[in-house]
């Protein structure tokens, strides 16, 4: 019986789990010498020949005849030899085949189980390197099970691969069976279990990639993308450079009629995706990022990590965006943050009347006015200017914060 177990746990490991030969006899034969070694003290008198096919495993153990037996794990009496009418003589090698039967049945049990807990650990390294070799490349699959807070899916060797909720794109959600194609961003060991495989759908290498799949200008190198920043489902900037004059890059990344953009917005759940020309000057670079708004004046000072963007009251709302996100995009874009200013034309008698809200920093928090600040609103007359709504969603402040510096600005006039 135990041998018929042995031999089905070797038609099953040569079957059906993806190692190869070299490797398969190697454990085998350490399996079973840990064995040897377990039973009769040392494994170093004893040879194991593997025979995977026929499911067979064939032990001998080696030992000298010698006249008196000093170490019975390595010597035999001549005597003892001799009994059954063989004729060796002193200091030849007597084998004797060692039988599986020999282990008793808890040492067959110690194989089988070793067996298998070596066969585990090469597969959990091989899935690992597997997949560390694929970190950054697009993987698409079906999902096997969805939940609350990540969703799993199989790969063609039912391994598996998880999309947690904080790499889904906000407001999607998958069901059984759905086609999810996502980038592989990372794969860990976790307390020697099997390698834990994470997907994302919102990061920028995976915008990147779709672009590489769509573009065949990418893909062939003509085409560099040269930086990608995202707010997954809202907005996105990739910025590419074209290696060849007569190729216009953005012309080429947008396709006919938009056709190889449209594939990528979709995929991505209609994000908006901006495709900017690069360019190493910063003030060029900043206008691009930035567009479709109008730029007065740029100041960019080498001491500190702010930018100031001066721009005309009624180009603010352009430069900043929905939400604050094209302002934020251009920011992560040029690797500095970028503050616009408004900028009145000198003639306004507004502009004398106003005052900058620097000024009000005695009663108001610093932090509130540089979140003012950040989208575009640097004068009272121009926090004024916009809802309490409006405000608090663009600048992330709660609704009494804007209501009491509202209250504060208004007063400012009043007493005047």
């Not at 901006?274 to 060029?284: F, G, H, S, Y």
């Not at 009624?314 to 874009?333: H, P």
């Amino acid at each position: 019986m135990e041998k018929i177990e042995l031999k089905d746990a070797f038609a099953e490991f040569k079957n059906q789990k993806n190692i190869d030969r070299p490797t398969m006899m190697g454990v085998l034969e350490d399996v079973f010498r840990t064995q040897i070694a377990k039973t009769y003290g040392s494994a170093d008198n004893f040879d194991v020949i593997i025979n995977i096919d026929k499911g067979d495993c064939e032990i001998y153990w080696n030992r000298e005849v010698v006249e008196k037996v000093e170490d019975p794990n390595t010597q035999i009496s001549i005597d003892e030899v001799n009994a059954d009418g063989d004729d060796y003589e002193l200091g030849e090698t007597f084998a004797k085949r060692v039988e599986l039967k020999d282990f008793g049945r808890r040492g067959i049990l110690n194989i089988r189980q070793n067996l298998q807990g070596r066969i585990m650990d090469i597969e959990k390294a091989n899935l690992y390197n597997k997949y560390v070799g694929k970190i950054g490349e697009i993987f698409t699959g079906e999902v096997y099970q969805p939940w609350a807070k990540e969703v799993l899916l199989l790969d063609d060797e039912n391994n598996e691969l998880r999309l947690p909720k904080s790499e889904m794109i906000p407001g999607e959600h998958f069901k059984k069976n759905d086609t999810v194609k996502a980038i592989i961003k990372s794969v860990e060991m976790k307390n020697n279990t099997t390698p834990y495989i994470v997907l994302s759908r919102t990061s920028p290498e995976f915008l990147q990639k779709l672009f590489e799949q769509e573009v065949p200008e990418i893909y062939d190198g003509l085409i560099t993308i040269k930086k990608v920043v995202r707010i997954p489902g809202e907005r996105a900037k990739v910025a590419v450079e074209s290696y060849d004059e007569r190729i216009d890059p953005i012309g080429a990344c947008i396709g006919v009629k938009g056709a190889r953009i449209i594939s990528i917005v979709r995929e991505l759940r209609n994000e908006n995706i901006d495709v900017i020309q690069w360019t190493n000057n910063t003030q060029l670079l900043i206008q691009r990022a930035l567009n479709p708004a109008k730029i007065s004046s740029i100041v960019i000072s080498p001491d500190d990590d702010k930018i100031k963007v001066f721009m005309h009251p009624d180009e603010v709302k352009k430069g900043i965006g929905k939400g604050g996100c094209n302002i934020r995009l251009a920011s992560m874009l040029v690797g500095k943050e970028i503050e616009v200013w408004r900028e009145y034309p000198k003639d306004e008698e507004d502009d004398e009347e106003d005052v900058l809200l620097s000024e009000f920093s005695d009663v108001i928090d610093q932090w509130v006015i540089e979140r003012l600040q950040s989208i575009g609103c640097d004068t009272a007359k121009s926090v004024l200017a916009l809802s309490k709504e409006d405000i608090a969603k663009r600048a992330d402040l709660e609704d009494e914060t804007v209501e009491e510096v509202m209250d504060i600005l208004r007063a400012e006039f009043e007493d005047e």
